[in-house]
């Protein structure tokens, strides 16, 4: 698990975390998780890996001290983005990108060797930061969203390599600057 720059926290979600994730989800998604989603996800669903990210400081009742979470699952060798979102109020502080850093970071822990993920055809901002980690969009899946009949679009890190573990290395460390510059 990534240890990122004071005021900032990260680690496995747990059960007590989830009023604020949901309302982070509510917030995130068109349609939001359905009822009992993450409980199942958390307790049964052992593929199953989720991170909370909270920022210190924030804990007066105004602001959630959750500001973030994600979660893959792991298949075989790959892992599966199945969500990442930050809370609307913190958005363009570089904590999507912390909480895609440390997922992919705990890619290599397992091991896994590539990175996959579905993405709304509409969401240039997550394709945004999907790209600035590399990942190449190799194919759709038509009307993939049952809510807005949107299509996906397939991203993946083909390669999990020395190399790529290099470049996140070099983006951990740019990253955590700028964390504790704005801190
Ligand atoms: C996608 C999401 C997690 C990004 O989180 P964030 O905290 O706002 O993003 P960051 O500040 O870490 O930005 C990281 C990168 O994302 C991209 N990005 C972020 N905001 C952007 C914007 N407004 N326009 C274009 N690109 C943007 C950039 O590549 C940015 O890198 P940069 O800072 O070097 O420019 C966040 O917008 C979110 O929760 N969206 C709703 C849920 C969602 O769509 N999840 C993805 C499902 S596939």
Same mark, same amino acid.
């Given at each position: 698990?990534?240890?990122?720059?004071?005021?900032?926290?990260?680690?496995?979600?747990?059960?007590?975390?989830?009023?604020?994730?949901?309302?982070?989800?509510?917030?995130?998604?068109?349609?939001?998780?359905? $009822?009992?989603?993450?409980?199942?996800?958390?307790?049964? =669903?052992?593929? &199953?890996?989720?991170?909370?990210?909270?920022?210190?400081?924030?804990?007066?009742?105004?602001?959630?001290?959750?500001?973030?979470?994600?979660?893959?699952?792991?298949?075989?060798?790959?892992?599966?983005?199945?969500?990442?979102?930050?809370?609307?109020?913190?958005?363009?502080?570089?904590?999507?990108?912390?909480?895609?850093? =440390?997922?992919?970071?705990?890619? +290599?822990?397992?091991?896994?060797?590539?990175?996959?993920?579905?993405?709304?055809?509409?969401?240039?901002?997550?394709?945004?930061? #999907?790209?600035? +980690?590399?990942?190449?969009?190799?194919?759709?899946?038509?009307? #993939?969203?049952?809510?807005?009949?949107?299509?996906?679009?397939?991203?993946?890190?083909?390669?999990? =390599? $020395?190399?790529?573990?290099?470049?996140?290395?070099?983006?951990?460390? $740019?990253?955590?600057?700028?964390?504790?510059?704005? &801190?």
């Amino acid at each position: 698990m990534l240890i990122p720059p004071a005021p900032y926290w990260l680690r496995s979600m747990a059960l007590h975390d989830l009023p604020e994730v949901r309302e982070i989800d509510r917030l995130s998604f068109p349609t939001a998780a359905r $009822a009992g989603l993450f409980e199942h996800e958390l307790e049964q =669903n052992n593929i &199953a890996h989720y991170y909370v990210l909270g920022r210190m400081g924030d804990e007066d009742g105004r602001i959630a001290p959750i500001v973030g979470f994600t979660g893959f699952w792991l298949i075989a060798d790959e892992i599966h983005v199945s969500t990442i979102a930050s809370h609307p109020q913190w958005r363009g502080h570089g904590l999507g990108e912390l909480l895609l850093l =440390n997922l992919l970071f705990e890619a +290599y822990e397992h091991p896994a060797t590539m990175a996959t993920l579905e993405v709304r055809r509409s969401n240039t901002v997550a394709q945004a930061l #999907y790209r600035k +980690y590399e990942f190449e969009e190799v194919g759709t899946r038509p009307r #993939y969203y049952r809510d807005t009949g949107e299509d996906a679009l397939l991203m993946t890190v083909p390669s999990l =390599n $020395a190399r790529y573990h290099q470049f996140l290395e070099g983006q951990q460390a $740019a990253l955590f600057q700028r964390l504790r510059s704005e &801190a």
